[in-house]
């Protein structure tokens, strides 16, 4: 089984309310952050999220707006640490200061490079519930980043 067959990310409590408390902490300051949740596969089509990771990263601002950068050596980190614990990367989430969509950055240089990898983007520097109205998800396919048909709170089971 690959990301591609998962149909349901199963987070735990825990993950969740370090993402929300992660985002909101670096939203205070006006910037971006990314938060990025690995696991395992489980059976019959759902992945086991285990850890939230907030890499070291840049958030910068320009004329455009806000976004964040993960450099090459804090992804080498990780995915070391990932090799260790024999977990793998699933999910990535980040903020937006306004409504949250996937920019043209978000589609261009992603963290998730897997296929069925999933994008998480959430409006107003997470001042609201990470998986509320106004949340938006985004799959990895063969075509980019898309919508899954699933709403966002079957995709995501918060346990």
Request: glycine fraction near 8%; hydrophobic fraction near 40%; charged fraction near 20%.
């Amino acid at each position: 089984m690959t990301l591609v067959d998962v149909r349901q990310f199963r987070v735990p409590r825990k993950v969740v309310d370090e993402t929300e408390s992660s985002l909101r902490s670096a939203g205070r300051d006006e910037h971006e952050l990314f938060v990025l949740w690995s696991g395992t596969l489980g059976s019959s089509g759902s992945f086991n999220v285990l850890t939230a990771h907030v890499p070291r990263q840049t958030a910068y601002r320009h004329e455009e707006g806000v976004g964040v950068r993960v450099d090459g050596e804090a992804l080498h980190e990780l995915n070391a640490w990932l090799f260790q614990a024999g977990e793998r990367l699933c999910a990535q989430v980040h903020s937006h200061p306004q409504a949250a969509y996937h920019s043209e950055t978000d589609d261009t240089y992603p963290i998730v490079t897997a296929m069925g990898g999933l994008s998480i983007v959430v409006p107003y520097f997470c001042q609201g519930l990470l998986l509320s109205r106004g949340t938006v998800a985004y799959r990895l396919t063969k075509k980019g980043w898309l919508e899954p048909r699933e709403p966002l709170n079957q995709l995501v089971q918060v346990l």
